[in-house]
């Protein structure tokens, strides 16, 4: 592997390590009782190495799955062109499941974050930050008028359905499979049925 790879492969072992050190002490805790300290010693860094990576406390626990949104973009442009333009969003959102096979510590996370206000705000501003990147690919899937408030509509009910979803698994129904929880709320909104 290059010496850039190799690099990189590391500062985003380092960045996953913080996440779940903070995450795991917010969990514990809460949020509002654990310091960026805390949160480097358990990541075995140091609080210089911790601003680093991120300038704030909320953004390690929020900011850690900050990527989902380009890769459900990714992967909702490798969706067959003629499969419906919902089933493909609610694939690609489905998808970064795959990329976080730790789904105990997910819930945490979600847990911290509904719990907390200001991480709240943040989860949300990123959830529109997930929309401006989704809906040029929905756009471009789209005929007829209007394609840009369409595509907004059906990306918007879509991110909605994604935490509601994310929202039952993680406070109501942990035990069941969030899959399971993402197809019945997208599901509710099919226009099929």
Known sequence: MAAGGLRQERKTSTRRRIWHAAVDLSYEH??????VAQ????????????NRYFPTKEGAV??????????????????????????????????????YPDLELNRKNLVVILSTPALRA???AQRMGW????EPVVVARLSGS??????????TAGLMCLDIAMR?????????????IIRVAFGSL???E
Do not use: C, N
Not at 30 to 35: I, K, N
Not at 68 to 75: H, K, L, N, P
Not at 171 to 179: F, G, I, Q, Y
């Open 146 to 155: 209007d394609r840009e408030i369409r595509a907004k509509t059906i990306v």
């Open 122 to 124: 943040r989860h949300l």
């Open 62 to 99: 929020v900011d850690g799955m900050v990527q989902i949104g380009e890769r459900a973009r990714d992967a909702l442009a490798a969706r067959p062109a003629d499969e419906p333009v919902w089933a493909s969003l609610q694939a690609a959102l489905e998808s970064f499941l795959v990329e």
């Open 30 to 35: 809460g949020f509002d009782s654990v310091t």
């Open 168 to 180: 039952v698994w993680a406070l109501d129904r942990p035990d069941d499979r969030v899959e399971t």
């Open 39 to 50: 949160i480097a010693a358990s990541a075995e860094i140091s609080p210089r190495t911790f």
């Open 190 to 192: 099919d226009a099929r």
């Open 131 to 134: 929309a401006d990147l989704l």
